[in-house]
């Protein structure tokens, strides 16, 4: 069976450190994947999506950024991070049309 | 960009009683799905539709996947305590592609 993995599970980080977040997926192949942000609890922004390794689709312009070394892992990251970047950090996979979420990362900017 | 309109936005229910929430679009969708998100965790796929008119049950819920394909309900019977949570509808649009929109959730509290 297929498991997301996402780490690490919450992050307090300063204002205008760097970030990376990692997602991986076990028990399929080719998957896409997603990352989103959620705020306050409501609302799916997907962020980033990709279809295959290195390739990345953005949905929000911001200072985030998102890549695809392998097939399975999936990264999000940021130079410098806002006091706007808090939130709550999913990664998804889907195989054609159902996602999957992993359980997500916490991140304050403090 | 397509979006789904989920109502209720809330729900504060006691304990037994049945609980409905529903999407709706101006977009015809392929696909309906509904999730169920804890606090602190990621969402959980509950029910997956993928046809016109299609009834699907698991356990206390039943979803439809409406006749005109531009919405969709969930119902939940009887409900528990641990039925407490965030209701997402998703839908992937005619065309396939490969992002599907959310609602904005359903937050469903319930009272022992």
């Known amino acids: 069976s297929q498991t997301i993995h996402q780490w690490p599970a919450t992050l307090v980080q300063p204002v205008g450190s760097p970030l990376s977040l990692e997602c991986t997926v076990e028990?399929?192949?080719?998957?896409?994947l997603y990352w989103y942000r959620q705020a306050a609890g409501r609302g799916l922004q997907l962020l980033f999506y990709?279809?295959?390794?290195?390739?990345i689709s953005s949905e929000v312009p911001q200072n985030l950024s998102a890549s695809r070394p392998q097939d399975r892992q999936f990264i999000l990251s940021s130079k410098k991070l806002l006091l706007s970047d808090s939130g709550f950090y999913l990664c998804?996979?889907?195989?054609?049309?159902?996602?999957?979420f992993g359980p997500g990362t916490r991140l304050t900017v403090t | 960009g397509q979006q789904l309109n989920q109502s209720p936005q809330s729900m504060f229910i006691q304990e037994g009683e049945d609980v409905s929430m529903n999407c709706t679009s101006s977009?015809?969708?392929?696909?309906w799905l509904w999730y169920k998100q804890d606090p602190g965790e990621g969402p959980v796929l509950l029910i997956a539709?993928?046809?016109?008119?299609e009834l699907t049950s698991n356990g206390r819920l039943t979803a439809q996947f409406g006749i005109t394909r531009k919405d969709s309900f969930l119902n939940i019977s009887a409900s528990i305590p641990s039925d407490v949570g965030i209701y997402f509808c998703?839908?992937?649009?005619?065309?396939?592609?490969?992002?599907?929109?959310f609602g904005k959730g359903t937050k469903l509290t319930v009272n022992p």
């Open positions: 998804a996979w889907s195989g054609q049309y159902e996602q999957y």
């Open positions: 028990g399929t192949s080719n998957p896409n």
């Open positions: 990709s279809v295959g390794i290195g390739q």
């Open positions: 977009s015809i969708f392929n696909t």
């Open positions: 539709l993928y046809k016109a008119g």
């Open positions: 998703a839908g992937n649009t005619q065309g396939g592609s490969e992002k599907l929109v």
